[in-house]
């Protein structure tokens, strides 16, 4: 399967680096190649393969899978402009909407996930791995994965996904649940300071 990570971030590069270290075949998307490529210097598995960093046009063509690791809004803004980018694909949501109170913050509890889903009503959504901070995912650590799905194909995906890279894929519930999933991203991210 043809892993495809929109946004190359901190976490978009770790997760792009630990399936690469795991022989994934994966790439990820960039609007600046170099400055990306600078950033994933710093991750041993992905400093050999500077072609798996590319552009979003090349990544929406190859992938069977699609991981939303942009910032929430942007990646809102994308999924109601081209509702059809990821029809009939698989897709991974990672995003956090949900910030600390003392962000400016126009996201509530229950928008994330399901404001993606209505975008993108072609497409068989997961909610995944949102729960693991860029650090741990760079790690090689057998953490458990919390996902939310209406979809059996997308979990099978993350299965297979998650189990490849030495997760623990656990199926909390429907879609409905990755609000959930994004209230225990904050939770996490005001108690000990590491999710952006
Ligand atoms: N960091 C974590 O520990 C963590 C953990 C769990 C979930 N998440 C979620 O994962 C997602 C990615 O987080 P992140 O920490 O990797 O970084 P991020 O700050 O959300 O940005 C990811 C990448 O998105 C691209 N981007 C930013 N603004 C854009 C725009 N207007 N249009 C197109 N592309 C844009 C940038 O890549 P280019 O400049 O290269 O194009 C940027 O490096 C977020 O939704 C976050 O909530 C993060």
């Known amino acids: ?21 795991h022989k994934a075949d994966v790439r990820v998307t960039t609007r600046d190649r170099a400055a990306a490529a600078e950033r994933a210097v710093m991750y041993p598995d992905l400093a050999n393969t500077p072609a798996l960093i590319t552009d979003t046009a090349t990544v929406l063509g190859e992938s069977d899978l699609l991981v939303l690791a942009l910032p929430y809004p942007v990646t ?17 949501d990672v995003t956090n909407p949900l910030f600390p109170p003392d962000q400016d913050n126009p ?68 879609l409905a649940y990755a609000s959930h999933l994004e209230s225990a991203a904050l939770v996490h991210q005001l108690t000990s300071g590491a999710l952006s």
């Open 107 to 174: 996201f509530v509890a229950g928008d994330g996930c399901l404001g993606i889903t209505r975008a993108l009503p072609y497409a068989r959504i997961a909610k995944a791995f949102n729960t693991l901070t860029a650090a741990r995912i760079d790690t090689d650590a057998p953490d458990a994965a919390p996902y939310a799905t209406d979809d059996e194909s997308a979990a099978d995906a993350v299965e297979n996904i998650a189990r490849r890279i030495g997760l623990r894929p656990v199926r909390i519930g429907p």
């Open 1 to 21: 399967m043809n892993v495809g990570i929109l946004g190359a971030g901190p976490f978009g590069l770790a997760l792009a680096a630990r399936l690469a270290r």
């Open 76 to 92: 809102l803004r994308l999924s109601q402009r081209f509702p059809a980018f990821a029809a009939g694909k698989l897709v991974i």
